[in-house]
C-alpha cells in the first residue's frame, strides 16, 4: 500500500497524457479534454509534501505526462522514422515539465491538520485551518484557473513557433468536431479553446477538493466558480449555434481534388513515371467529365514524378491537361533552379498559357530539411535517406488569382494548413479560398492525415473561409467556413486511404471582410504570455522576499 501510495503521482500525470492522446485521432474522445489535465494538477498539488526538491518533482511530472502524450499522440511518426520519433519526444516533453513546474509555483498553502474525533463536525468553528482553506473560495479557485489557463496557451503558443514549432494538438483541437463551441476562434484562433478547456479542467479538480473540504465545514457557500464555468462554456456555445444559424451571403466555384494514392515509393521512382500520368490523366478525365465541369481542378503535393517548370515532360503534360480542358490546374510540385530547390504549387490557368507560382514558406523540420545538418552530423544519419537534401525557404504570399473572376487561392502545402499566423496573411493578400495540397501517404494508414484534418479545421473558423484539400492519400475533402467537412473522398467501405474524384459545390462569401483574428493574429495567446510573464516574476519574488521571513520567524522562536 505504501509503494502504491508512492507510485499515484506518477501514474496519475502518465494518465493525464494518455487521457488527451485519447482526444485525438483514431480515438476521437474529445469529451476527455475536460479532465484530461485533472490527473497531472492533483499530482503536482497533492502528492510530495515532504520532497526535498519538490520544484524538480514537479518538473518530472510534468515531463513523464508530456512523453506519454507525444510518444503516444505522435506514434504515426514511426511510419517515417522510428528513431526520429522516439528522440523527438524528450524535446516535445519539455513544454508540459514547464507546465507542472508552473502549476507548482500556484500551488495552495497546505491547511493544518483538524482531529475531527475531538472537534464534531457540526461544531466546528469557522476559523479553523480548514474553514479558511483557499479552496473553498471562489475568487481564489477563479484566479488559480485563470494563470493555468494562460499558462497552458502560452506554452503551447511557444511550442507553435520555437525552433520552426510543431504546435499540433493543443487542447484546444481536441474540439475540433464540437461545432457551436469552436466558433469563437475568429477572435482568438484556437489558443483560445485551449484556455477554456483548461480552466475548466482546473475548475473541476478545484469543485472536487472543495466538496471534500465542505464535509468537514458548515455552512457550504454557493460555488460561484463553478457556476461562472459553466456559464461561460453555455455562452460559448450560444454564440456558435447563432453564428451557424446566421450564414452570410455566397457564390458558388465548382472544384475537383484529385487523390491518386501513389504510394511513397513509386513517387520519383524513373520506373513508375508513366504509370503516376497514367493515373493522373485517368482521374482527371472523370473530373472533368462531371456536370457542370469543375472551375478549378486540384491536384496533391509533389504530383508530377520531376520538377515541372524544369522537366519538360511534366510540363506539356499539365499545361495540355488545363488547356484541352479549359480549367485552372492547382498541383503541388517541385521547383528547381541553379542550387536551389523548392517544395512548390503552381496554378496553371488561361488554356495552359499563365502559370503562376508558390514556394513553400514553413519547412517542416526532418521532413523538408535537417536542421543543423552540417552543424550535427548525427542528425542527418539518424534521418536517414528520408531527406537526402534541404529544401530552400520561399519568401512572398503568393495568392493565386484564377480564371474565374474573383477568386483568389491562398495555396497551402503539406502542414502550412496547420499554422493560422501564416494562414491570415495570405487572407490579408486577398485570398478567399484556403487549398491545402498534401501528401500524408508518408504515413501510410495511420492516424496522422485524420490529426493533419483535425488541426487544420481551425484556419477556416478563424479566417472564416472554406478550404479544399487534395492529399495524395489520406483525406481529401471540403471544409466550410465553421469548420465542418461538408465532403469527403472515401471508398466503399467507407476509408480514406484510396484513389478518387471528389467533387461538387464550394461557397464563397461575396464580401471580403477580415475576421479579428485575421487582422490582430495570435493576440489572445501573446496576451496570456503577458499574463504569465507577469505571474511568473510576482511568485518569484514573492517567494525570494518570503523565504528571509520564515528564516527570521524560527530564529525568533528559537530565542
Same mark, same amino acid.
Given at each position: ?67 506519454? #502524450? ?25 513544454? #508540459? ?27 466546528l468553528p469557522n476559523e479553523s485551518p480548514v474553514a479558511r482553506s483557499p479552496w473553498l473560495r471562489s475568487t481564489y479557485n477563479l484566479r488559480l484557473a485563470f494563470l493555468i489557463a494562460s499558462a497552458c496557451v502560452t506554452l503551447e503558443w511557444l511550442r507553435g513557433w520555437v525552433f520552426s514549432g510543431w504546435g499540433w494538438n493543443g487542447l484546444g483541437v481536441a474540439l475540433h468536431r464540437s461545432w457551436p463551441l469552436i466558433q469563437i476562434a475568429e477572435f482568438s484562433g484556437v489558443a483560445g479553446l485551449s484556455f477554456m478547456v483548461a480552466f475548466a479542467n482546473v475548475i473541476a479538480l478545484a469543485t472536487v477538493r472543495r466538496f471534500i473540504l465542505e464535509t468537514q465545514v458548515r455552512p457550504m457557500k454557493p460555488h460561484f466558480d463553478l457556476t461562472l464555468t459553466m456559464a461561460a462554456i453555455v455562452g460559448v456555445m450560444a454564440f456558435g449555434v447563432n453564428k451557424l444559424q446566421s450564414p452570410p451571403a455566397t457564390e458558388s466555384i465548382r472544384v475537383a481534388a484529385v487523390q491518386a494514392n501513389i504510394p511513397r515509393e513509386e513517387k520519383f521512382t524513373p520506373a ?22 469543375? =472551375? ?17 515532360? &511534366?510540363?506539356?503534360?499539365? +499545361? ?87 477568386? =483568389? ?36 494508414? &495511420? ?15 478563424? +479566417? ?13 475533402? #471540403? ?19 484510396? =484513389? ?9 462569401? +461575396?464580401?471580403?471582410?477580415? +475576421? ?44
Amino acid at each position: 500500500m505504501r509503494k502504491a501510495l508512492r507510485l499515484w503521482p506518477w501514474l496519475a500525470a502518465i494518465s493525464s497524457g494518455l487521457l488527451q492522446t485519447a482526444c485525438f485521432a483514431p480515438f476521437n474522445q474529445s469529451w476527455l479534454c475536460w479532465i484530461a489535465l485533472v490527473p497531472l494538477l492533483a499530482a503536482v498539488w497533492f502528492s510530495g509534501e515532504n520532497a526535498k526538491r519538490r520544484w524538480l518533482r514537479d518538473l518530472l511530472l510534468g515531463y513523464f505526462c508530456g512523453l506519454a #502524450f507525444f510518444w503516444t499522440v505522435l506514434s504515426w511518426l514511426i511510419t517515417v522514422t522510428g528513431l526520429g520519433w522516439f528522440l523527438l519526444q524528450f524535446y516535445m516533453a519539455i513544454y #508540459f515539465a514547464v507546465f507542472a513546474w508552473f502549476c507548482g509555483l500556484l500551488r495552495p498553502r497546505p491547511i493544518q491538520h483538524v482531529d475531527l474525533a475531538n472537534s464534531p463536525r457540526s461544531s466546528l468553528p469557522n476559523e479553523s485551518p480548514v474553514a479558511r482553506s483557499p479552496w473553498l473560495r471562489s475568487t481564489y479557485n477563479l484566479r488559480l484557473a485563470f494563470l493555468i489557463a494562460s499558462a497552458c496557451v502560452t506554452l503551447e503558443w511557444l511550442r507553435g513557433w520555437v525552433f520552426s514549432g510543431w504546435g499540433w494538438n493543443g487542447l484546444g483541437v481536441a474540439l475540433h468536431r464540437s461545432w457551436p463551441l469552436i466558433q469563437i476562434a475568429e477572435f482568438s484562433g484556437v489558443a483560445g479553446l485551449s484556455f477554456m478547456v483548461a480552466f475548466a479542467n482546473v475548475i473541476a479538480l478545484a469543485t472536487v477538493r472543495r466538496f471534500i473540504l465542505e464535509t468537514q465545514v458548515r455552512p457550504m457557500k454557493p460555488h460561484f466558480d463553478l457556476t461562472l464555468t459553466m456559464a461561460a462554456i453555455v455562452g460559448v456555445m450560444a454564440f456558435g449555434v447563432n453564428k451557424l444559424q446566421s450564414p452570410p451571403a455566397t457564390e458558388s466555384i465548382r472544384v475537383a481534388a484529385v487523390q491518386a494514392n501513389i504510394p511513397r515509393e513509386e513517387k520519383f521512382t524513373p520506373a513508375f513515371r508513366q504509370k503516376i500520368f497514367d493515373q493522373f490523366t485517368r482521374l482527371s478525365t472523370l473530373a472533368l467529365q462531371s456536370s457542370p465541369p469543375p =472551375d478549378l481542378v486540384l491536384w496533391p503535393e509533389s504530383s508530377m514524378p520531376g520538377p515541372v517548370l524544369e522537366d519538360e515532360e &511534366s510540363y506539356h503534360y499539365v +499545361t495540355n491537361l488545363s488547356a484541352t480542358g479549359h480549367v485552372d490546374l492547382l498541383l503541388g510540385a517541385i521547383d528547381e533552379e541553379p542550387g536551389h530547390a523548392y517544395n512548390a504549387a503552381l496554378l496553371v490557368s488561361n488554356n495552359g498559357e499563365k502559370v503562376q507560382i508558390y514556394r513553400k514558406l514553413h519547412l517542416v523540420p526532418f521532413g523538408e530539411y535537417i536542421p543543423g545538418r552540417h552543424i550535427v552530423p548525427l542528425l542527418a544519419q539518424i534521418i536517414g535517406d528520408q531527406v537526402p537534401a534541404d529544401f530552400d525557404v520561399g519568401k512572398e504570399y503568393t495568392v493565386f488569382h484564377l480564371s474565374r473572376g474573383h477568386v =483568389d487561392v491562398a495555396p497551402l502545402i503539406c502542414f502550412e494548413d496547420t499554422i493560422g499566423e501564416l494562414t491570415r496573411r495570405f487572407v490579408l493578400g486577398g485570398a478567399n479560398l484556403l487549398a491545402n495540397v498534401t501528401n500524408d501517404g508518408w504515413f501510410l494508414r &495511420s492516424a496522422g492525415s485524420q490529426q493533419h484534418l483535425a488541426n487544420a479545421i481551425f484556419r477556416c473558423v478563424e +479566417t472564416r473561409r472554406p478550404m479544399v484539400r487534395a492529399a495524395n492519400t489520406g483525406v481529401t475533402c #471540403f471544409v466550410d467556413e465553421f469548420g465542418r467537412v461538408t465532403q469527403q473522398l472515401l471508398d466503399e467501405h467507407g476509408s480514406q486511404f484510396t =484513389d478518387g474524384v471528389l467533387s461538387g459545390e464550394v461557397k464563397l462569401k +461575396t464580401g471580403r471582410e477580415f +475576421t479579428f483574428y485575421t487582422r490582430h493574429g495570435e493576440l489572445f495567446a501573446q496576451s496570456c504570455a503577458g499574463v504569465s510573464a507577469l505571474a511568473l516574476l510576482l511568485l518569484l519574488v514573492r517567494k525570494i522576499l518570503w523565504r528571509p521571513r520564515k528564516e527570521i520567524r524560527a530564529e525568533s522562536a528559537q530565542m
